[in-house]
Structure formats: C-alpha cells, structure tokens
C-alpha cells in the first residue's frame, strides 16, 4: 500500500478462520462477584489497637464503641470508625517542644517563648515551662463535645497557668512553691474539662 494513500477500513484483511473469542456470562458474573465481596471485606473488616477503641458513626451518627481486635463495620462508607488512644498517656509541651525521644533526648525553645514568657504577682517576668500528661475518659465526648479538644486543652493550659503564676511571686514559682503550682493547676484544668465535658482526664502538670 502508498504510504500516501489514505488507510481504509475496508482494505484491512482478516483470516478465514479468524473469530472472535466467546466470553461465558458464568465466568463474567463470578469475577464480579468476587470483586464485589473482595470489596465488601476490605471495607467493613477493620482493627483496632489494644490501646484503642474504636468509635463508630452510622451516617453521621453515633451508634457504639467497639473494643480493641477484629470489627465490622457496615461498608461502602454507611458506617465510619474513628479510632481513639484511651489507653495511652498522651502530653503537651508549653515553652519548648522534644526534639528526639532517646536516652540522650533534645529539646528545643526555639519560637516557643510566648507560651512560657508571664508575669508573675510581683511583676517579675518568669520563663515558666511546663508538660500537661493526660488521658481520654471518654472518647464520644473527645470526639463531639469540644471542637479541636486537643487545640482547647492547650488554650485552657495556657490560661490557667498565666492566672495562677500571676497570683505568686517570682520565687514562689521558681523554688519552693512550683509543686504547689503544679498541683494547682492540674485540679483547676480537670475541673474545667469536666465542665466542658471533654472526656479528659488530667494526670498531671510538671514545671
């Protein structure tokens, strides 16, 4: 054929004994069938960790809290499972961040200083750095009660430990009265997490 000629579907020649091959509705029925339960196990089998529960929506809507191993779910995304650490200590930095967890762990202060920098009742200036260590109670009131519970447990933290510095002095801070502070702040941020009903349980605050 000339390159130049235009291609016609009518000069293409097929063999004599060409056919097309024969597919069997079975066969096409059983394939889909089997992607169709491939994806209705992969989407309804889900795992939860032993320091977890999981805790799962029907169209938006709480219907139970499954326990850590192997669940089901309703797939196809009818039911959602959001998985929550309540056995796990969780904790806050204020004032400095860790770096590397190890036996030689860093840390740094870097860009942090407005959480830390407070005036004290005798207008001193202190640098009061401090970790809250915490536990979720109750994971449907984590999840729904409070918008961003782990953003307002930090606010929370930060006003708390501004007001109670603000009432001591630098010394009371820094030497003999940060346990008492401590102490203080713990009791007042679990009374205002069961207030708000965040499902937190505060274990304790260290300067």
């Known amino acids: 054929m000339d390159p130049k000629t235009p291609f016609d579907i009518k000069d293409l020649q097929l063999p004599k004994d060409f056919r097309l091959p024969k597919f069997n509705p079975k066969i096409i029925i059983g394939v889909a069938l089997a992607v169709l339960l491939l994806v209705f196990l992969l989407s ?105 519970p782990e953003q307002t447990f930090r606010d929370i933290n930060e006003a708390m430990m501004r007001k109670i510095v603000g009432d001591r002095s630098v010394d009371e801070v820094l030497t003999i009265g940060r346990q008492e502070v401590a102490n203080t702040v713990a009791a007042k941020l679990q009374e205002l997490c069961d207030q708000y009903e965040m499902g937190i349980k505060v274990v304790q605050v260290v300067l």
């Open 44 to 148: 309804s089998v889900f795992t939860v960790e032993p320091a977890e529960v999981g805790v799962i929506l029907q169209l938006g809507k709480y219907t139970r809290t499954v326990n850590p191993g192997l669940n089901f779910r309703l797939p196809f995304g009818i039911e959602q499972v959001y998985k929550v650490p309540v056995e796990r200590q969780l904790k806050l930095e204020f004032g400095f961040r860790t770096r590397a967890s190890s036996t030689n762990s860093r840390y740094t202060s870097k860009g942090y200083q407005e959480e830390s920098l407070m005036l004290t009742g005798d207008l001193n200036a202190a640098e009061v750095e401090w970790i809250a260590q915490y536990r979720i109670k109750d994971p449907y009131n984590f999840l729904f009660r409070v918008r961003h």
